[in-house]
């Protein structure tokens, strides 16, 4: 069974960074499509960022230039490299993969 274990969210100010990152476990992380979908206060999931097992990248308008999505097969581990945070990046952000999977989320306000 898969697992997925985010961490590194956290209160941060306007203009900061974090990385987050997510933990595979039961599969290698480079056998899916894997993404970062974010959920703000009152708002549906939208997809941000995502990975292919080639390693191709798309990302969403809004974090374009912002945002990096990676992954380190060895540590099977995504990330999600952010920075120049605004307040609307505040909210809920899941790891995924395009088969379903989803992790449980992790916590990211973006506050002065």
């Known amino acids: 069974q898969l697992q997925l274990e985010e961490s590194g969210g956290g209160l941060v100010q306007p203009g900061g960074s974090l990385r987050l990152s997510c933990l595979v476990s039961?599969?290698?992380?480079?056998?899916?499509?894997m993404a970062w979908s974010r959920q703000a206060p009152e708002d549906k999931r939208e997809i941000i960022a995502s990975?292919?097992?080639?390693?191709?990248?798309m990302y969403a308008d809004s974090v374009t230039g912002r945002f990096t999505i990676s992954r380190d097969n060895m540590k099977n581990t995504l990330y999600l490299q952010m920075n120049s945070l605004r307040r609307e990046d505040t909210g809920v952000y899941f790891c995924?993969?395009?088969?379903?999977?989803w992790g449980q989320g992790t916590q990211v306000t973006i506050s002065s």
């Open positions: 990975i292919t097992p080639g390693g191709g990248t």
């Open positions: 995924k993969t395009n088969t379903g999977w």
């Open positions: 039961g599969n290698n992380v480079n056998a899916f499509t």
